[in-house]
């Protein structure tokens, strides 16, 4: 096993659980489940972001073909879980494992205080050599309140965790340079540093069981190793494959971490969504703050407040083009703000202890 890989987080997603007929492909579950006690026997922690509750819910139950779309996915999902957490568990029972389960909405990810009472969940779960199994609260998750898919929660849970890898199972063996089904696509084997226009050359098509496409799982794959941790996307088809990706002996994409960053600071990095205000930095202070010299957010950079916050909220920091350029923690409200913008001289609006660049 890849040396240096204390925590790993596996997401597995409903097109590597699922068969073709929609069904739950039970031995190809057990033997992932085979692979994780392996792993954990080896020394590791392992956190398990799991979909596949729909496909479980389908095995057990006939829904009306017109039925809302949204009631019969909560249909789904609630009597899903249930067995796909039973299934989980009765398998790893034979490692002599324990698993839990984790159910999540977007919701507990926007507070503070909610985020850090899950994450002290986690490390219990952990300290008890539990194998916390994942998963998106889809009875009670619908349209905004969604995650894009369970991508975007594995990123989430991996930097909430300080994990030094995330390794995302789909149905193909990694990033293409083009359509994975034709011959003339390269599989990317590694991708690092600057900024990647994915959509350029990735298939935006979703997997028949998934919600989100390639673009999705490349994004959230180059964010998440921007805050330290390692992510690999490889074919959860394949037979050992958890163990040939930490063994480096098969093909698949690695996207390389960048220096780790602080818990505050992975927390900022994932909560766009939930950003109340937002300000407009000059060109000036724009270079200052993306230059490799840290440094804090001073009014004399800000030429207009977009939209109000209060102190304590995390806040959009865009340029003239109001183009993105980080998030950080306001260390005081829009109203002090707009009376100082571009003053010299004057408290931070953001310390570069909570800001995070994107």
């Given at each position: 096993?890849?040396?240096?890989?204390?925590?790993?987080?596996?997401?597995?997603?409903?097109?590597?659980?699922?068969?073709?007929?929609?069904?739950?492909?039970?031995?190809?579950?057990?033997?992932?489940?085979?692979?994780?006690?392996?792993?954990?026997?080896?020394?590791?922690?392992?956190?398990?972001?799991?979909?596949?509750?729909?496909?479980?819910?389908?095995?057990?139950?006939?829904?009306?073909?017109?039925?809302?779309?949204?009631?019969?996915?909560?249909?789904?999902?609630?009597?899903?879980?249930?067995?796909?957490?039973?299934?989980?568990?009765?398998?790893?029972?034979?490692?002599?494992?324990?698993?839990?389960?984790?159910?999540?909405?977007?919701?507990?990810?926007?507070?503070?205080?909610?985020?850090?009472?899950?994450?002290?969940?986690?490390?219990?779960?952990?300290?008890?050599?539990?194998?916390?199994?994942?998963?998106?609260?889809?009875?009670?998750?619908?349209?905004?309140?969604?995650?894009?898919?369970?991508?975007?929660?594995?990123?989430?849970?991996?930097?909430?965790?300080?994990?030094?890898?995330?390794?995302?199972?789909?149905?193909?063996?990694?990033?293409?340079?083009?359509?994975?089904?034709?011959?003339?696509?390269?599989?990317?084997?590694?991708?690092?540093?600057?900024?990647?226009?994915?959509?350029?050359?990735?298939?935006?098509?979703?997997?028949?069981?998934?919600?989100?496409?390639?673009?999705?799982?490349?994004?959230?794959?180059?964010?998440?190793?921007?805050?330290?941790?390692?992510?690999?996307?490889?074919?959860?088809?394949?037979?050992?494959?958890?163990?040939?990706?930490?063994?480096?002996?098969?093909?698949?994409?690695?996207?390389?971490?960048?220096?780790?960053?602080?818990?505050?600071?992975?927390?900022?990095?994932?909560?766009?969504?939930?950003?109340?205000?937002?300000?407009?930095?000059?060109?000036?202070?724009?270079?200052?703050?993306?230059?490799?010299k840290a440094t804090s957010l001073l009014p004399v950079g800000i030429v207009k407040v977009l939209a109000d916050f209060n102190k304590g909220e995390i806040i959009k920091i865009v340029d003239e083009q109001e183009k993105m350029i980080g998030l950080?923690?306001?260390?005081?409200?829009?109203?002090?703000?707009?009376?100082?913008?571009?003053?010299?001289?004057?408290?931070?609006?953001?310390?570069?202890?909570?800001?995070?660049?994107s």
């Open positions: 096993m890849s040396p240096g890989y204390q925590r790993i987080v596996i997401k597995i997603g409903s097109n590597v659980l699922t068969q073709a007929d929609g069904l739950p492909d039970n031995a190809r579950i057990a033997h992932l489940v085979e692979q994780i006690a392996a792993i954990k026997g080896q020394g590791a922690e392992v956190i398990l972001v799991s979909s596949g509750a729909v496909a479980s819910g389908r095995s057990m139950i006939k829904v009306a073909e017109k039925a809302d779309a949204v009631a019969a996915r909560q249909l789904l999902a609630s009597i899903g879980q249930v067995k796909l957490i039973n299934t989980y568990s009765a398998l790893f029972d034979q490692y002599q494992i324990l698993c839990s389960q984790i159910l999540v909405t977007k919701e507990d990810f926007r507070d503070r205080l909610h985020y850090l009472n899950m994450r002290n969940c986690l490390e219990v779960l952990l300290q008890h050599q539990v194998i916390p199994v994942v998963n998106e609260n889809d009875v009670v998750s619908v349209t905004e309140l969604m995650f894009t898919d369970n991508d975007e929660l594995a990123g989430l849970i991996a930097a909430m965790l300080n994990a030094q890898a995330l390794i995302v199972l789909t149905n193909v063996d990694g990033i293409y340079d083009g359509d994975p089904r034709l011959a003339s696509s390269k599989l990317i084997e590694k991708i690092d540093g600057a900024a990647v226009d994915f959509s350029s050359f990735v298939s935006s098509d979703k997997s028949q069981f998934g919600r989100g496409g390639m673009i999705t799982k490349s994004t959230m794959a180059h964010k998440t190793a921007q805050l330290g941790i390692a992510v690999h996307i490889a074919n959860g088809t394949r037979d050992y494959i958890l163990l040939d990706v930490l063994a480096n002996k098969a093909a698949h994409s690695t996207f390389a971490p960048d220096k780790s960053k602080s818990g505050k600071k992975k927390w900022i990095a994932h909560s766009a969504h939930s950003a109340t205000g937002a300000v407009v930095l000059n060109e000036g202070a724009k270079n200052a703050l993306l230059s490799s950080g923690i306001a260390e005081y409200g829009s109203d002090k703000a707009k009376e100082r913008i571009g003053q010299k001289n004057q408290k931070a609006l953001v310390h570069y202890d909570y800001l995070y660049l």
